[in-house]
């Protein structure tokens, strides 16, 4: 397959490097990042072995990219904020026949990239591992937790969407089509709303956070507002809010325990969080639809004070 990563961070990294065994990759990133790779190649490291990949096609911007380049699938990697720049600037290369993917965290980004390339091109994927960049040309696989999901935004599993998971799998990302991955894209924000701003606010842990009364109070409340707004919207969720914290609990939780929330990451670097595509999203959606969310309310506010 041609493929095009639009945002070589820490998870756009391994994405490309992995793929790029098999694959034809081009991958967009920041200049220093993308100077090391091309000089030195992509290196991965972590669980998932020692890897250095030679073969990419590096640039600092989609306008660097050859016009007459075409790409069966487009995999978006950004931070959810930069979804609207990520898109306007592949647009030119979502041909008929191209699939644009948000392999990102948050609500709301399919529907940013279905208006501008159409619902038909748009696609969901979950990356279900944590990653981490250590230097320029250098990520680190830090966490698996479960396979990748891939899906397109209708129900039921495609044929293109088991095509992408088989690319996946066989370049060393164990991933499966999803049937509905918008429920699944809610099932991981439920994930994150409940750890990771909490985590970033407290400093600690995500394993910290289930062993306190008060912080396992605060999540419960936020779940139940999200979850709430999400079956006001139609979402089949897979669980109550209830049987999900329990779930949290009990399997997703100690798998992550050490891991360091990616809002605390960005607050440390003075960057931009993702708060508006998680509780924020909860909260902008509660207003449209007249479901209160108090406690995602001063949790976003609490996030939004700390960003420089």
Not at 65 to 93: G, H, Q
Request: proline share 3%; hydrophobic share 40%; net charge negative.
């Amino acid at each position: 397959m041609n493929i095009l990563v639009f945002g070589a961070g820490a998870m756009g990294s391994v994405f490309a490097g992995f793929l790029s065994k098999e694959n034809n990759v081009t991958v967009i990133g920041r200049a220093e990042h993308v100077d090391a790779i091309n000089e030195r190649g992509l290196q991965i490291t972590g669980i998932w072995g020692e890897h250095i990949f030679t073969g990419l096609h590096a640039y600092a911007s989609a306008a660097e990219i050859p016009m007459d380049e075409s790409f069966d699938l487009i995999m978006i990697t950004t931070k959810s904020n930069d979804t609207e720049k990520a898109v306007t600037e592949i647009r030119r290369f979502a041909a008929k026949g191209t699939a644009v993917m948000s392999m990102q965290n948050g609500i709301g980004n399919e529907d940013t990239i279905s208006s501008a390339v159409g619902v038909e091109k748009t696609m969901g994927g979950m990356a279900i591992f944590g990653a981490r960049l250590t230097e320029p040309g250098h990520a680190e696989v830090t966490v698996f937790a479960s396979e990748c999901l891939v899906g397109d935004l209708t129900v039921g599993v495609t044929k293109r969407a088991n095509e992408i998971a088989d690319t996946f799998s066989k370049a060393g990302i164990p991933t499966k089509a999803s049937d509905n991955i918008i429920r699944d894209k809610w099932m991981k924000a439920f994930y994150n709303v409940a750890l990771n701003p909490l985590s970033a606010i407290l400093r600690v842990p995500y394993g910290e956070l289930g062993e306190k009364g008060a912080t396992k109070e605060i999540m419960k409340n936020l779940l139940e507002e999200a979850f709430t707004v999400a079956e006001k919207l139609g979402v089949p969720l897979k669980f109550t809010w209830s049987e999900y914290y329990d779930y949290l609990l009990e399997t997703q939780l100690p798998p992550t325990a050490s891991h360091k929330s990616s809002m605390l990451q960005d607050l440390e670097r003075g960057r931009r969080t993702e708060i508006d595509y998680l509780n924020g999203a909860v909260v902008a959606l509660g207003k449209r639809l007249e479901i209160p969310t108090p406690v995602n309310v001063t949790i976003t506010n609490l996030i939004k004070s700390l960003e420089r």
